[in-house]
């Protein structure tokens, strides 16, 4: 049986989340947490990780387009470090370039109007960017 994960998208508002199913081919999404703290926000990423049996946590990282780490990367690497103390699991930061441009461009051409699109991005962020993770480590086995 392959391990399960899960995937997170975070923001300051809102945190979307994506777990892989038990073969470990395809990310769904699993909602979004709105809460503004970033020590509240780890906690419940924390809890729901244990709560869904996940092996690994993979959190985007916000890197520039020219891949390097701006500032919003410093916050981020502090939410990975809470939610590795408080869940005990491995955490792995993924390149999220893009991903939040996806979905929009996604949310749109499928016609979800822009009220539905504002709740529902964060949480395909989160899927888009499990499912490029899941990819590519299949692809390098």
């Not at 916050?75 to 990975?80: D, G, L």
């Not at 949310?107 to 539905?116: E, Q, R």
């Amino acid at each position: 049986m392959k391990e399960k994960y899960l995937g997170v998208d975070f923001g300051d508002a809102r945190t979307g989340l994506a777990l892989s199913e038990p073969t470990g081919l395809l990310a769904v999404g699993a909602g979004c947490i709105r809460c503004g703290n970033l020590r509240k926000t780890a906690e419940q990423v924390a809890a729901f990780a244990k709560e869904q049996g996940v092996a690994k946590i993979v959190i985007g990282k916000p890197l520039n387009m020219n891949g390097t780490e701006g500032p919003r990367c410093e916050r981020v690497r502090a939410f990975a470090d809470i939610v590795a103390e408080e869940s005990g699991l491995p955490v792995e930061l993924f390149d999220e370039r893009l991903t939040t441009v996806s979905a929009h461009r996604f949310l749109s051409d499928t016609g979800v109007n822009s009220k539905k699109r504002k709740d529902s991005v964060d949480e395909l962020s989160a899927t888009l960017i499990l499912q490029d993770y899941l990819d590519r480590r299949r692809n390098k086995s």
